[in-house]
């Protein structure tokens, strides 16, 4: 019985932690208490040295001294201060209006909303239960199908989990060893072709069955003209204005630029885009302070609601880009930022500001201990020769890099229906990393898949996430709309389950895009400079190196 222990440590205390952790015990302590007892187990085997833990301390406190964990206290204030000062209803309420006069406007708003908040708040939950208290009911209202509403409003809450700056992102760069600012540029381009396939999927629905997502009918339109037109016109006029002049800006910004250096295209769209945002809202409170009445009310209301986060978003991301400010300088503008808009709407009161440093204290302090827990298990584990015995165990699979990831992507899919992201990142990907680069797999590229894959963890059923935030603040029973004054049936788990199926079949389908063409992720990635070592040659300057005439006399050496 001991030979047999001695010889399989590593697979029996790797199913010990699987264990405790399907059994419900906290994650922090299982791991952290797996790795102390097998360290023990190995100690009296005489299979670890008794001075093994004397290093763990020192494991410990440069886990305190990361200052890349740093940006995810800063990036959850952010959010939590947006989600908190009403930003999720303001967007909901102007995009409905914007988008709802055409059928399958109300989806649509909610998919381009969820990427906005994604892009702000970052958190999964906020974004999901802002849209199922505001959108469900209006969607309801007006006859919408109850699984594509739903599935609508958590999918698109789940974008917290791919578009920067996600905590997932965050977590993924320092668990592989990798800068942050290269795992946004990789998530960047999957991200937006995510949120169009949920756009495109939503438009082929009003085509082909419109009685699924309505139109809203013009009475539910608020920002109407005082001649009760729409002024939608209005609004694509100065839309289309303002995009020609960003365009027209970004073409000449490389001649207004002071550096030696032509600037690269990303710096270009950073400061093109920071410029035309803030056009907008220069000339939107111009024609609002001096009473002009050349824009309409929907334009107004567009311009002031949805142009500071987006001009947010360009500050911190497209410093993280450019390289000026690290991924923890960023989150730090990031949350000054979202006060600076709450205190400027008068929406931030101490009682919110005390609610959202709690809920980031709590979250930091949880994700700390999972990771502290996942130092000491892998220590251990480390210690055992753990990590060649994952390596020889995908050693076994068949099809090289694509058959190593179709299996990691089956298991972590799986494993997301269990697992929280940060306990799958701090166990899984410390192991499966390793055998990833010896494979010749690009980390960045690994990195995104992992966080599109644990995305769509969060929609499968019957143990997703984003279904469990949904269903706590969707109505059980039926109810009388306010508006209308009829009773609305209330909506059943099954559909909820229903309406995701269709999202999760279009999240599949981007890992295996992802998959088959890698260049989606690396093609945004700055070039890597190879080096030939053999080329290099070290020539000394003649003259004595500086030390004759001209290095030493004139010096006065």
């Not at 952290?32 to 004397?54: R, S, V």
């Not at 989806?107 to 239960?129: D, E, K, N, Q, Y």
């Not at 205190?343 to 959202?356: D, Q």
Request: hydrophobic share 55%; proline share 6%; net charge neutral.
């Amino acid at each position: 019985m001991i030979e047999f222990i001695s010889a399989n440590l590593a697979p029996i205390m790797f199913g010990a932690v699987v264990f405790f952790l399907i059994s419900g015990f906290p994650v922090a302590f299982a791991l952290a208490a797996c790795g102390l007892l097998f360290g023990f187990i190995g100690m009296e085997l005489g299979l670890l040295p008794g001075t093994l833990f004397q290093a763990l301390p020192l494991r410990v406190f440069g886990i305190m001294q990361n200052d890349i964990l740093l940006a995810i206290p800063f990036f959850t204030l952010m959010g939590l201060v947006l989600e908190r000062s009403g930003m999720a209803e303001d967007l909901l309420d102007t995009a409905g209006q914007v988008f709802g006069p055409v059928r399958g406007g109300l989806a649509l708003a909610v998919i381009f909303v969820g990427a906005l908040l994604a892009a702000t708040t970052g958190v999964v939950s906020a974004s999901v239960i802002s849209m199922g208290l505001i959108s469900l009911p209006i969607m309801l209202r007006y006859g919408y199908s109850r699984p594509i509403a739903c599935g609508a409003i958590t999918a698109s809450g789940t974008l917290a989990q791919a578009i920067p700056p996600s905590l997932v992102l965050i977590v993924m760069a320092d668990q592989l060893g990798r800068s942050v600012g290269d795992m946004y540029k990789g998530a960047f381009l999957p991200a937006f072709i995510l949120v169009s396939m949920y756009a495109l999927f939503i438009i082929g629905v009003a085509i082909f069955r419109p009685k699924l997502v309505p139109a809203l009918p013009p009475e539910a339109l608020k920002f109407r003209q005082p001649d009760g037109s729409s002024g939608l016109r209005s609004l694509v006029v100065f839309g289309v204005l303002i995009a020609l002049a960003t365009i027209g800006f970004a073409g000449i910004y490389p001649q207004l630029s002071a550096s030696a250096v032509p600037p690269g295209r990303e710096e270009v769209a950073v400061v093109a885009l920071t410029f035309g945002t803030a056009l907008a809202l220069v000339l939107a409170g111009i024609n609002k302070l001096l009473g002009l009445g050349l824009l309409s009310r929907i334009s107004e209301r567009v311009t002031f609601v949805l142009v500071p986060p987006l001009a947010l978003i360009f500050l911190v991301l497209g410093t993280i880009f450019l390289g000026i400010a690290t991924p923890t300088e960023g989150g730090a503008m990031g949350a000054l930022g979202a006060l600076l808009m709450a205190l400027a709407r008068r929406r931030l009161s101490f009682g919110k500001l005390v609610e959202a440093l709690e809920a980031t204290t709590k979250l930091s302090v949880f994700v700390m201990f999972i990771l502290i827990g996942a130092t000491v298990f892998s220590f251990t584990f480390t210690a055992v020769d753990g990590k060649q015995w994952v390596e020889h165990l995908f050693d076994q699979l068949p099809g090289g890099q694509i058959g190593f990831l179709l299996f990691v992507n089956a298991m972590i899919f799986f494993l997301g229906f269990f697992l929280d992201f940060f306990e799958i990142a701090f166990i899984l990907i410390p192991l499966l990393a390793p055998v990833a680069d010896k494979l010749g797999i690009d980390l960045i590229w690994f990195g995104v898949l992992i966080a599109m894959n644990l995305q769509t963890s969060f929609l499968t059923p019957p143990f997703g996430f984003a279904l469990f935030y949904l269903r706590s603040v969707a109505p059980v029973s039926s109810f009388v709309d306010r508006v209308t004054g009829q009773r609305v049936p209330g909506v059943r788990t099954q559909e909820i389950y229903a309406g995701s199926v269709a999202f999760v079949i279009i999240q599949i389908i981007m890992i295996a895009l992802l998959i088959a063409f890698p260049q989606l992720v690396t093609g945004n990635l700055d070039a890597k400079v190879e080096v030939d070592l053999d080329t290099i040659r070290i020539e000394a300057p003649s003259g004595g190196g500086g030390w004759g005439e001209e290095g030493g006399e004139k010096d006065g050496w």
